[in-house]
Structure formats: C-alpha cells, structure tokens
C-alpha cells in the first residue's frame, strides 16, 4: 500500500472507532494485531494485548476505565513506508474515580497487507495513572 492508502486506513480506524462497529473495526486489523498501552498496572487497559480477542479485551478495559474520551483532536498523521504516526491531544474522565486527565499523545501504527498490524500508545501515563488513585 502506499503512504496515503496507510494514512487513510488509520484515519478509518479512527472513524470506526466512534461508530461502535466492533466488526466494522476488526476488519481493518491483521488476525495477528499486537496493541501496546504505555502505562502503570493501575490503568486497567494498560499491557501488551494481541490477536483480535486480546483487541476486544483491551478496548473493554479502556472503555470501563476511561475512554471514550470527553475530547480528542487528530492533529497531525506522518507515513513513511508502513508506519503511520498520529500526533494529538485528548481530555480523559476516569470513570471510576471522575478525576480527569489531560494529555498529548502519540500513536505508532505499521500496516502489513492492507491491515493494522500493530498499534502502541504513547501519553502522559503519571498524569492518567494519577487520575485512577482514590
């Protein structure tokens, strides 16, 4: 695929993301996706989680503990080769605390075969990990 095509699979992602489509999103990544979450044992989804079912296990982990996010902006996509990197800004309410988080963040996407292959999450983990204590 080319830079665009890579740019504009991730930019579905995003898109389907918001739609609640489980199916939908699962077609954009590889059987085999791995998802890398930075952070502390205290942020539920935090961990290495692979294959479509760790995916779900994952996205369950962050919905029950902090996303969707109150606000979110995409501000900038960078592609080289089969990497896409996404630069933004988001605004996060800890469900079970109501605390909020506030942070830039950083996705590191590769693309194999017209699918996500792997997805890591870079952000302020202290200032999350914060927003989970009591």
Known sequence: MSEKENVELVQSFYATSVTGDINALL???????????????????????????????????AMAGHIPPESYELQEFIAQGDRVVVAGHSNLRVKPTGKTCETDFLHFFTIRDGKIARFRDFFDTFALAQAYLP
């Open 27 to 61: 077609a954009l990544l590889s059987s085999d996706i791995e998802v890398n979450y930075s952070g502390p044992s205290i942020i539920p989804a935090a961990g290495t989680w692979r294959g479509h079912e760790g995916f779900l296990a994952h996205a369950n982990a």
